[in-house]
């Protein structure tokens, strides 16, 4: 049984910064990733990382402002998020996938697990 929980979040100003974590119970996955939903717009990948290291994807809007990463020992990954904007206000998603990862899996979000989501606002 995987379960993956989160924690981080919460409200900042604009240009402010917030830290997501997700913890992994259960047998690591190849690939995770995180995944953010505001009211009334579809999902949208907001990072992808194949464990142990491996290849990193960003969406467009976050690039140079988002980081994922990842610490095995503690089979956590975080998002670290700076310069945040309104438009990043939503419900932030950690999910986990046991198959291959490639690039196109911030587009396509197909994880096997999800976290419990954890909301992030960006007030202006």
């Known amino acids: 049984q995987v379960q993956l929980v989160q924690s981080g979040g919460g409200s900042v100003q604009a240009g402010g910064s917030l830290r997501l974590s997700c913890i992994v119970f259960?047998?690591?996955?190849?690939?995770m990733g995180w995944v953010r939903q505001a009211p009334g717009k579809e999902r949208e990948g907001v990072a992808t990382i194949a464990i142990n290291d491996g290849p990193i994807y960003y969406v467009d809007s976050v690039k140079g402002r988002f980081t994922i990463s990842q610490d095995n020992a503690k089979n956590t990954l975080y998002l670290q998020m700076f310069n945040l904007k309104p438009e990043d206000t939503a419900m932030y998603y950690c999910?986990?996938?046991?198959?291959?990862?490639?690039?196109?899996?911030?587009?396509?979000?197909?994880?096997?697990?999800w976290g419990q989501g954890t909301q992030v606002t960006v007030s202006s």
């Open positions: 259960g047998y690591s996955p190849n690939c």
């Open positions: 999910a986990a996938r046991y198959n291959y990862c490639d690039s196109g899996l911030v587009r396509r979000l197909d994880f096997d697990y």
